[in-house]
């Protein structure tokens, strides 16, 4: 898979995860694996640049003596799933496209 499609693909599982509820690294990685395998250094190259990009916030908090970074999805990230929606039926039509002399076998 093309690089690039993969790391705008995992943003999005990333965003995904916080969208319902503010979590932290452990946690997405934990509602992620039935679906993704992630390790944590990449999570949280993801969350940083998602950060940086504005699609999420940070917030700490004490947690058994630690402090834990929390992640909230903003609305610009809420608006970065919608439009991954809208780009995944064009995604959909190319692959019914490429595919279709599969189909007529």
């Known amino acids: 898979m093309d690089i690039q499609m993969k790391r705008g693909l995992l943003d999005v599982c990333v965003l995904a995860a916080i969208k ?3 979590s932290y690294g452990y946690k997405i990685i934990k509602d992620m694996k039935p679906y ?3 390790s944590e250094s990449t999570l949280y190259t993801i969350l940083k640049r998602l ?3 504005g699609l999420l916030t940070v917030w700490s908090a004490e947690h058994g003596g630690r402090l834990r970074k929390y992640y909230h999805i903003t609305a ?3 608006k970065r ?3 991954f929606k809208e780009e ?3 995604i959909e039509s190319i692959y019914r496209f490429v595919t279709r002399e ?3 076998r």
């Open 76 to 78: 610009a990230g809420l």
């Open 88 to 90: 995944w039926r064009e």
């Open 20 to 22: 319902n509820e503010d």
């Open 51 to 53: 950060e940086m990009a």
């Open 102 to 104: 599969d189909a007529r």
């Open 81 to 83: 799933i919608d439009d």
């Open 36 to 38: 993704i395998e992630l």
